[in-house]
């Protein structure tokens, strides 16, 4: 590689480490050519490129940037660069999958939204559902709740139409009592309805009371100091 090819490759690295927000630092030794065709297949579902890099042009391409701190002690040996710019977990779990069938690859640290990424990072991040994933999820929470919802909606209106109607036909009875005069739903007087027979009754019955008591001599049957025997000397 000559002065030429060193700095346009130092040049690519450089922009692919600007547009990216995830960069991999993966050790390939074991993949053939095949599996590596392979994998940049799955990688591109997460818009997610894997190149071999040489570890001394990848550390002038990281020279002055935040990328150096996380990145250059990992470029030693077989070092490939696995450069993110979609869903950072879809391109960690294609790697983590394609590492686990074919039992080559091996992550060594990284940088993801311009923090350092660890080895344990990177396999939680591995193990977690996809954007796409998870906005399924999220449509299928809020989908499912709200037709439940509507569904009760739609019972709790139905029958309250029916109560209503049946509510509607009752107070049609009740309407025309309500409009009656209240003498009239009684049987008072003003309906013309006679006075009852008791009152009469303890009119007459106060009378006889009043007339007794006048028409009662003293010292007769009605004067409590009168003794038995009196009326017949008399």
Do not use: C, W
Request: hydrophobic share 40%; glycine share 14%.
């Amino acid at each position: 590689m000559n002065r030429d090819e060193k700095q346009a490759a130092v040049a690519e690295i450089s922009g692919e480490l600007e547009g990216s927000s995830a960069v991999f630092a993966i050790d390939y030794r074991g993949i053939s050519v095949p599996q590596a065709a392979e994998l940049r297949g799955k990688l591109r579902e997460g818009d997610a490129t894997f190149s071999v890099v040489k570890n001394r042009l990848a550390k002038r391409a990281t020279e002055g940037t935040e990328a150096a701190a996380a990145l250059d002690d990992h470029l030693v040996g077989p070092t490939a660069l696995t450069f993110v710019r979609g869903d950072a977990v879809v391109a960690a779990k294609a790697i983590a999958e394609f590492a686990k069938a074919n039992g080559v690859l091996a992550y060594k640290g990284g940088i993801m939204d311009g923090s350092a990424l660890a080895p344990e990072q990177f396999d939680a991040i591995a193990r977690l559902p996809g954007i796409d994933a998870l906005r399924g999820q999220l449509v299928g929470l809020v989908s499912s709740p709200l037709g439940g919802v509507v569904r009760t909606l739609n019972g709790l209106l139905a029958g309250l139409a029916r109560q209503l109607g049946q509510v509607a036909e009752r107070g049609l009875v009740g309407d025309a009592v309500a409009e009656a005069p209240e003498g009239e739903a009684n049987g008072g007087p003003e309906a013309g309805g006679e006075q009852p027979a008791v009152a009469e009754a303890d009119a007459d019955a106060e009378t006889t009371s009043e007339d007794v008591a006048d028409e009662t001599p003293e010292g007769g049957a009605g004067d409590a100091g009168a003794e038995p025997g009196d009326e017949k000397e008399d």
